[in-house]
DNA sequence: GCGAATTTGTTTGATCCCCAAACAATCTAC
DNA sequence: GTAGATTGTTTGGGGATCAAACAAATTCGC
């Protein structure tokens, strides 16, 4: 018999100082933002990363980069973008070419297939973004973009 | 000469349509917040993650809560909390009291150690919103949390 | 030109976050 | 009291992240 509402009628916590701290709006923004973009794609039947997505739109507009200048514009380590192209070679998306120029770095591109899907994730990623602004004037959109990049150049990278 | 220059100027990447994605600043700029957050606390040599600290203020506002209503509060599985706690309860920062009431459940708390430390964190806490807000006035800031709030209202848990 | 220093991609190892599923102990509902 | 729900824990599986070490290749310094 599913009703068991004798429970406590889950009355939120005291958040304290939180629901001041700029940090902590981001990082809870940011996680609804990445579900919603889980979903997005979940829903589709395609399965994609934010950073996946970022890696594959850095990738097409850049062809030929190397790993270290993709590794760089993403700010992480090298060692830790491999695993990542891994997977995205496995799917068929993209491609390690043999530099002509310099032996030791791969020429990064996708595939005809990755470009293909770039397409289709452009537009699910749209929708998604469509969705998460629902709730703010474009203007305020762009104000908070530029916000946000103010912010993120305050914050030290060191 | 100061001429090393025989490599690639690092000109930046084309970014495509990244820029003009609420999604992908978001997503930045929580990364150099997240980064400033970790320096801010490594420079005073004390560790602590943005998300132990939001961990800590709960259990410190609502002292003698249970893991699972911690769990729901901080948006995670109740399997992903138990090593948290484990490691704040081996820092000697928070104990889980059997509860008075229910048998299944642990009445979470901070112990003095773990009050006297948290007035730390929060100073740091504060040091680097401070920080990572001083490109913004007062009602930017103010302005920021609020269009922060709004997206994560609009983005579906689902 | 040629040896030394640097760069690149990879592997390995260490943390950490996250979830789902299963389980025992306990509580709740009927 | 007994069946069903809840709680905390363990286990297993993905990933993300960095650091250190290495071989191959390039560039630097002279």
Redesign the pocket.
């Known amino acids: ?4 509402l ?2 406590p009628p889950a009355k939120s916590l005291d958040r304290g100082l939180l629901p001041s701290l700029l940090g902590y709006a981001l990082r809870r923004t940011q996680s609804a933002v990445f579900a919603d973009f889980a979903a997005t794609f979940a829903r589709a039947e395609e399965a994609l ?1 934010p ?2 997505f970022g890696l594959l739109v850095l990738v097409e507009r850049n062809a030929g980069l ?3 200048t993709l590794a760089r514009a993403l ?6 973008l ?4 891994n997977r995205l070679q496995t799917r068929g998306l993209l491609v ?1 070419h043999p530099s002509p120029t ?5 020429a990064l591109g996708l595939t005809p297939a990755g470009e293909k899907a770039l397409t289709r994730f452009a537009k699910l990623v749209k929708a998604h973004e469509k969705r998460i602004s629902e709730g703010l004037s474009a203007a305020e959109t762009a104000k908070l973009i530029e916000l946000l990049e103010k912010v993120r150049h305050s914050a030290r990278p060191l």
């Open positions: 018999m599913a009703r068991p004798n429970r990363t950073g996946e190397s790993q270290m700010g992480i380590d090298r060692s830790t491999v695993p990542i192209l390690r310099d032996g030791r770095t791969h």
